[in-house]
């Protein structure tokens, strides 16, 4: 079992930024893919980004593209998603999952574990 705590969510106004953060514990170890994914009111759960422990390999969406920056530090088990240039369309929760292996999937069917989600709010 992995164990998913974010953290780092608030109110902020457009162009502003923020910093996420994902706490992981359990079972934890070099060979799993770690992803954030946002859902809005009346919206579908959508893929953000996702980084692999041991290589560092990233990937983005492309609505995020350009403005987030997803990192580890692998000594403190930590995943962190940096925003900036945020807009109101960004307002979501955002959730912290995790898949074991290496490949890198923006289906959220094909992570095993989750985070309790960290609200993000953006004011225009």
């Known amino acids: 079992q992995v164990q998913l705590v974010e953290s780092g969510g608030g109110l902020v106004q457009a162009g502003g930024s923020l910093r996420l953060s994902c706490a992981a514990s359990?079972?934890?170890?070099?060979?799993?893919?770690m992803g954030w994914f946002r859902q809005a009111p009346g919206k579908e759960r959508e893929f953000v980004a996702a980084?692999?422990?041991?290589?560092?390999?990233?990937h983005y969406a492309d609505s995020v593209k350009g403005r987030f920056t997803i990192s580890r530090d692998n000594a403190k088990n930590t995943v962190y998603l940096q925003m900036h240039s945020l807009k109101p369309e960004d307002t979501a929760v955002y959730y912290c999952?995790?898949?074991?292996?290496?490949?890198?999937?923006?289906?959220?069917?094909?992570?095993?574990?989750w985070g309790q989600g960290t609200q993000v709010s953006v004011s225009s």
């Open positions: 980084i692999t422990w041991s290589r560092g390999s990233t």
């Open positions: 999952a995790a898949r074991p292996g290496e490949l890198i999937s923006i289906a959220r069917s094909n992570y095993n574990y």
């Open positions: 359990g079972r934890t170890g070099s060979r799993y893919v």
